[in-house]
């Protein structure tokens, strides 16, 4: 097994570069810390390319490390830190390949996040969908990156369990109709269905952005648009709850 000893090495450097987005994006790889995402990893017989993984992690984890396919390479605990977003990191890391296709069957409940930018919200739904038992999870323009360390924390490896693709809605809601997916939008409107009142799934629901809701354009592309009933003073629903509420009434 290879020894690293210095954050100055080249594979090291690399490696924390997947920290930002564009270099994800150009290597079609990210980053996972923590031996709950790597084992998810594992369990799902993900794309793993690379482990880093300290001493005392290599011994506490060695059992299921010595199954994966991968390279592993022994790091201090002054590199992990350096690698590490976290305030106190495990001593584990995997590079893991991208997996962005969307797959050839859509039937089911989807989840549509337009524009979400709060990082724990999109982890947020997206394990409530994974929880709810939905067909997948697709990712508007403008939506937190589904690879930034705050999304993959907030997932806790459910973007393991099922299928998250980003790319433009309208094309996506063309698809899921193909499909005969009815496509509900969410916006606080009187003339808005009640979400109690769905009659017909399979169903993607489409959440919008913390301040602004769905855009509009959006809106207009859908079957119906559907609204939960406020009974207190509150003006909004966080759009995480919102989503846990509408996915698990389509799960019922």
Do not use: C
Request: net charge negative; hydrophobic share 40%; aromatic share 8%.
């Amino acid at each position: 097994m290879n020894e690293i000893q210095s954050k100055k090495n080249t594979l090291i450097k690399e490696t924390k570069k997947l920290s930002q987005k564009k270099y994800r994006q150009q290597n079609q790889q990210y980053l996972i810390d923590g031996w709950h995402l790597v084992q998810e990893a594992i369990k799902a017989k993900a794309d793993i390319q690379t482990i880093f993984v300290t001493p005392h992690g290599y011994e506490e984890y060695r059992e299921r490390l010595d199954t994966v396919n991968a390279a592993i390479y022994l790091i201090t605990d002054e590199i992990a830190a350096y690698l590490s977003e976290l305030p106190t990191p495990q001593g584990i890391f995997a590079v893991v390949a991208k997996n962005d296709q969307l797959p050839k069957q859509l039937k089911g409940n989807w989840l549509i996040l337009d524009n979400v930018q709060d990082p724990g919200n999109v982890g947020t739904m997206i394990r409530t969908a994974d929880a709810a038992g939905f067909a997948g999870v697709f990712l508007g323009t403008g939506t937190a990156d589904l690879y930034s360390t705050k999304v993959l924390r907030s997932m806790q490896g459910s973007n393991f369990h099922l299928p998250i693709v980003e790319g433009a809605i309208p094309d996506f809601i063309a698809a899921l109709r193909a499909e005969e997916v009815m496509i509900y939008g969410t916006e606080l409107n009187k003339d808005a269905l009640a979400y109690t009142d769905i009659k017909h799934y399979p169903a993607a629901f489409i959440l919008g952005n913390e301040g602004q809701g769905v855009q509009k354009e959006l809106l207009a592309l859908t079957d119906h648009n559907v609204y939960i009933p406020i009974y207190g003073e509150a003006e909004s629903l966080n759009v995480a709850i919102a989503a846990g509420i509408l996915m698990y009434h389509a799960a019922r």
